[in-house]
Structure formats: structure tokens, C-alpha cells
Nanobody
Framework: VQLQASGGGLVQPGESLRLSCAVS????????IAWFRQASGKEREGVTC????????DYADSVKGRFTASADNAKDTVYLQMNSLKPEDTAVYYC??????????????????WGQGTQVTVSS
């Protein structure tokens, strides 16, 4: 199983980015992908989870109303549309196979295979 995250870059505050996570090597077309992010010097934070068929769990409070996850089951790809980006969104963003929500938080222990991460930098 492989996950390939892409789409990161350098943007200014208020701008948008769309991250992609291409999934390969799975025999099932029904799975969950979790998005995490890790800022320098901070713990990894769960952002959201989405099923390959498009259903999403809740979003982290820090991104609610600004980030939207979606899925293209035919392409085995999930997306994270990030709007109104803020400097505090700067982090390496990861996608991972599997999702567990514990006490309202997306817990990385629920994810098995991880993509390599893509850097998002929001700066003026």
C-alpha cells in the first residue's frame, strides 16, 4: 500500500491550496483516509477523515469552515481543499490510511500506512 501526498507550497495568508493523496495497492475501494499536519516543534494534529466514498468525519476546530475534504473513488484519490489559509496552518501535511476518532480527536494510532508528507507554508 502506498500513499502519495502532493500539492503543498508557499502561499500568502488568505490564499488557497488543494492537497491530493493518491492511494495505491489496496484491494478494496472502501477505506478511510485521515489528514494530519505537524508544525515544526509541535505534535501531529488530526485534521479530518474521509471515506473513499466521500463521507467525512468532523474537522479539527482549527480548520472548520475553511478546509474541505473530498474523494474521487474512481481515481483512488482524496483531496483537502484549504481556503483562507493562515500562517498557523504552516505545517507538513500527511495523509494516512485508516481513521480513529477518540474523544473527538482524530487519533494517529488509527492510521497504518502513511504518505511522505507535503509542506504547506503560509507567509507574507
Amino acid at each position: 500500500v502506498q500513499l502519495q501526498a502532493s500539492g503543498g507550497g508557499l502561499v500568502q495568508p488568505g490564499e488557497s491550496l488543494r492537497l491530493s493523496c493518491a492511494v495505491s495497492g489496496l484491494t478494496s475501494d472502501n477505506y478511510y483516509i485521515a489528514w494530519f499536519r505537524q508544525a515544526s516543534g509541535k505534535e501531529r494534529e488530526g485534521v479530518t477523515c474521509i471515506s473513499s466514498r466521500g463521507g467525512t468525519t468532523d474537522y479539527a476546530d482549527s480548520v472548520k469552515g475553511r478546509f474541505t475534504a473530498s474523494a474521487d473513488n474512481a481515481k483512488d484519490t482524496v483531496y483537502l481543499q484549504m481556503n483562507s489559509l493562515k500562517p498557523e496552518d504552516t505545517a507538513v501535511y500527511y495523509c494516512a490510511l485508516g481513521c480513529a476518532v477518540v474523544a473527538g480527536t482524530i487519533d494517529e494510532r488509527g492510521s497504518s500506512y502513511w504518505g511522505q508528507g507535503t509542506q504547506v507554508t503560509v507567509s507574507s
